[in-house]
């Protein structure tokens, strides 16, 4: 069985039943079966166990995750504690520093705290091959996560959605923009951070959002 939070089984119980996501269960499992794959068959579906999805309030989409040895953990754009932090990462550090003065340096790059605290950290593609970026793409995960996002939309309210980059920011047609807020920005990546990441101040503007709509801050 799948290991989520008890609270998304009825919101993707009819997803898993789907021709589409049945065939790509069994190219995955084909997949881990034969050569090198991230995250651990363990943690493929970390992001919806450790953020309820009656406790969604920010979700921050991803593309791949890491292709790295013991990087990926299932939550877009973290790595597991002891790993080192990788560039994109650095560099929303970095922004967070600057958008939220007097955040201490994160001690890790391990994004379970945002986790438990509303942040859903997804990406569009939930596995990827060991040093093949884009590997998993196209084989069904998109339509599963692109449900997930209109599910988000549909079924909670006021949730701040942050796209960075291009990719993410076509997902914006999932998203119902007249209970949420959508912030856009360049993706953190060292080759597009300076095109518009920096500076956009994500993190207090979902905080002023949720506090203008009854909700606890984000500590990030």
């Given at each position: 069985?799948?290991?989520?939070?008890?609270?998304?089984?009825p919101?993707?119980?009819?997803?898993?039943?789907?021709?589409?996501?049945?065939?790509?269960?069994?190219?995955?499992?084909?997949?881990?079966?034969?050569?090198?794959?991230?995250?651990?068959?363990?943690?493929?579906?970390?992001?919806?166990?450790?953020?309820?999805?009656d406790?969604?309030?920010?979700?921050?989409?991803?593309?791949?995750?890491?292709?790295?040895?013991?990087?990926?953990?299932?939550?877009?754009?973290?790595?597991?504690?002891?790993?080192?932090?990788?560039?994109?990462?650095?560099?929303?550090?970095?922004?967070?520093q600057?958008?939220?003065?007097?955040?201490?340096?994160?001690?890790?790059?391990?994004?379970?705290?945002?986790?438990?605290?509303?942040?859903?950290?997804?990406?569009?593609?939930l596995?990827?091959?060991?040093?093949?970026?884009?590997?998993?793409?196209?084989?069904?995960?998109?339509?599963?996560?692109?449900?997930?996002?209109?599910?988000?939309?549909?079924?909670?309210?006021?949730?701040?959605?942050?796209?960075?980059?291009?990719?993410a920011q076509?997902?914006?047609?999932?998203?119902?923009?007249?209970?949420?807020?959508?912030?856009?920005?360049?993706?953190?990546?060292?080759?597009?951070?300076?095109?518009?990441?920096?500076?956009s101040k994500?993190?207090?503007?979902?905080?002023?959002?949720?506090?203008?709509?009854?909700?606890?801050?984000?500590?990030?």
């Amino acid at each position: 069985m799948v290991k989520i939070a008890e609270s998304w089984r009825p919101v993707l119980a009819a997803e898993f039943e789907k021709p589409y996501f049945q065939k790509l269960t069994a190219w995955v499992r084909g997949e881990y079966a034969t050569t090198t794959v991230y995250p651990l068959g363990s943690q493929i579906f970390h992001a919806f166990d450790a953020c309820p999805f009656d406790e969604v309030k920010v979700v921050i989409l991803g593309q791949d995750p890491y292709h790295g040895k013991n990087q990926a953990h299932g939550l877009a754009f973290s790595v597991n504690e002891g790993v080192r932090t990788p560039p994109s990462l650095q560099n929303i550090f970095k922004e967070l520093q600057d958008d939220i003065p007097g955040t201490p340096a994160p001690a890790n790059g391990n994004l379970d705290r945002w986790a438990q605290q509303g942040v859903l950290l997804l990406n569009a593609t939930l596995t990827v091959r060991a040093a093949t970026p884009g590997s998993h793409q196209k084989k069904g995960w998109e339509e599963f996560t692109d449900e997930v996002i209109r599910q988000v939309s549909a079924g909670r309210p006021h949730v701040v959605f942050i796209l960075w980059g291009a990719y993410a920011q076509k997902k914006d047609e999932l998203i119902d923009t007249s209970k949420h807020l959508v912030l856009k920005a360049a993706h953190p990546s060292p080759y597009s951070a300076d095109r518009g990441f920096f500076g956009s101040k994500p993190f207090s503007k979902a905080n002023a959002w949720l506090e203008q709509h009854g909700e606890q801050p984000i500590t990030w």
